[in-house]
């Protein structure tokens, strides 16, 4: 595996790599490192999809509301590489904050206020537009074919998917699954973070989601409404930021007395100061 850590040198292995094998297909997962299962999941998709992968670890600053938060980010870079390396990736690209944002942090700023005013941004003012940005930066480095991003944050899914459409980059967004330990728990970087108490709390989430899940498959003419009743009622013993049904497509929140399809009930609590998010998607 190789490793790059400067912006110069990932363009000339681009351009490079293009001009050697104009028929190869690039592959890409973007990550923020501490990788578990979950990663690896977007890493063998990508693998599947494409002819070479490369996989970016970068802890984004500018994505961070809360800079405790990203101080307590976990990282562990040489656990990172051994885990890329055993899964054959061929590029990492892992550079340092003064490399991306050596000048400062960027003026501009890409945005969908009707996208972003919900859900994960409503209390996370600024936040996609700091993931937006590093993302269309890294397409623009790698130039891949095909980008794989995980369905566990399905509002910066569709978010990305959106930007790449109407900023016409010629790559293809591939969704991954959301991936769960056996006990139904999400993978996360953040559960590290938690206690053991902590994480039979964290339980709660799942078991609401599944719930509310069931109870909308056994009755499609279930309301919004009744589905956020049975989420706050199955995790009242959390902090919870937002729980609720939105449509899959554009975001909107449904309206309590609404019914619905296609959509996707999405929560954040926080758990001993960590915030954690799930989502089950409705068909």
Known sequence: MLTITTIEEIKKWRNDFQEKHPRKKIGFVPTMGFLHRGHLS??????????????????NPIQFNDKKDFEAYPIDLQNDKALLSDLKVDILFAPSKDEIYGSGNPEIIIDYPSYTNVMCGKNRPGHFQGVLYIVHNLFQYVRPHSAVFGLKDYQQYLLIKKMTEELAFDI?????????????????????????????????????????KEVWENNKNTTAGEIKTILFEKM??????????????????????????RAVIAVAVYIEN??????????
């Open 172 to 212: 293809d967004i591939i969704a991954a699954d959301l991936m769960r330990e056996e006990n139904g728990l999400a993978l996360s970087s953040r559960n590290a973070r938690l206690s053991k108490e902590g994480i039979e709390k964290a339980l709660q989430i799942s078991k609401a989601l599944f719930l509310a």
């Open 42 to 59: 977007l890493i063998q998709k990508a693998k599947e999809t494409a002819d070479i992968v490369v996989v970016s670890i970068f802890v």
């Open 236 to 261: 009242k013993n959390l902090e919870i930021e937002y729980a609720s049904v939105y449509n899959s497509e554009i975001l909107q929140e449904f309206n309590e007395e609404e019914t619905f399809h």
């Open 274 to 283: 960590v915030r954690l998010i799930d989502n089950v998607i409705l068909e």
